[in-house]
């Protein structure tokens, strides 16, 4: 029973082609987000949802757009692969408790995207 | 801007005892996030510290100091499976709150 999934696993493609990555989570979450780990291993946030609704849109290229069809899914589709957007993808999903204190996120296993 | 610093790599010995160190400089602290992850994994959640002191789980345990803008991981007993990542998070900001991590430290585990 997987809380948080993602797929594809793996995404091999070349340059100029556009993919997309579904994410759905089974936990109830209100929110939703994108991360991106490139080789440093540095996790950056790209974009959040909440109960559907962008929230947070980190300074990310317009080829990057997210869809989030119900509070369960979180899709990203990408347009014009470029080289450097090799790297892992993970999603992730927490809920807000009661007081504004934020509760954990938990991470999708991640997709890792090569683009040749 | 909101910065985090952790150091890079560590290494420590099987049964020995470790602290992970995290600075942060953030506007509108909302709490403070540990996080691991080995290679190849999804990072997997640790501990969470908003006030500050100590928090303490089995072999894990995280300090928050607020004003130092300051915070530690300390994994005790130390297990060659505790070779991972650690990420130190935190989230902030004013207006609405996102979570920004660290680039992680990188702890070694040797026999």
């Known amino acids: 029973d997987t809380a948080v999934s993602q797929t594809p696993k793996y995404l091999v493609t070349q340059m100029g082609n556009d993919k997309s990555i579904k994410c759905e989570q089974n936990?109830?979450?209100?929110?939703m987000y994108w991360y991106k780990q490139d080789s440093k291993k540095f996790l950056k946030i790209m974009f959040s949802?909440?109960?559907?609704?962008?929230?947070i849109n980190e300074t990310v290229p317009n080829r990057f757009s997210p869809k989030s069809p119900d509070k369960a899914h979180l899709n990203l589709h990408i347009n014009s692969l470029e080289l450097g957007d090799s790297a892992v993808y993970f999603c992730?999903?927490?809920?807000?408790?009661?007081?504004?204190?934020?509760?954990?996120?938990?991470f999708g296993p991640g997709t890792r995207l090569l683009v040749l | 801007g909101q910065n985090i610093d952790q150091p890079t790599e560590m290494t420590a010995t099987e049964g020995a005892i470790v602290q992970i160190n995290c600075t942060y400089q953030?506007?509108?602290?909302?709490?403070l996030f540990w996080y691991q992850q080995h290679a190849g994994e999804a990072p997997t959640f640790l501990s969470y510290?908003?006030?500050?002191g100590l928090e303490e789980k089995g072999r894990f345990s995280s300090f928050l100091s607020r004003s130092k803008g300051y915070s530690y991981l300390l994994l005790k007993e130390l297990q060659m499976k505790d070779s991972a990542s650690y990420l130190c998070?935190?989230?902030?900001?004013?207006?609405?709150?996102?979570?920004?991590f660290g680039a992680g430290t990188r702890l070694f585990v040797k026999a």
């Open positions: 936990l109830g979450h209100d929110t």
């Open positions: 949802y909440n109960n559907k609704e962008l929230i």
């Open positions: 953030t506007s509108g602290f909302n709490g």
């Open positions: 992730a999903s927490s809920q807000e408790a009661s007081g504004g204190i934020q509760e954990t996120q938990y």
């Open positions: 510290n908003v006030l500050d």
């Open positions: 998070a935190v989230r902030a900001g004013i207006g609405g709150f996102k979570t920004i």
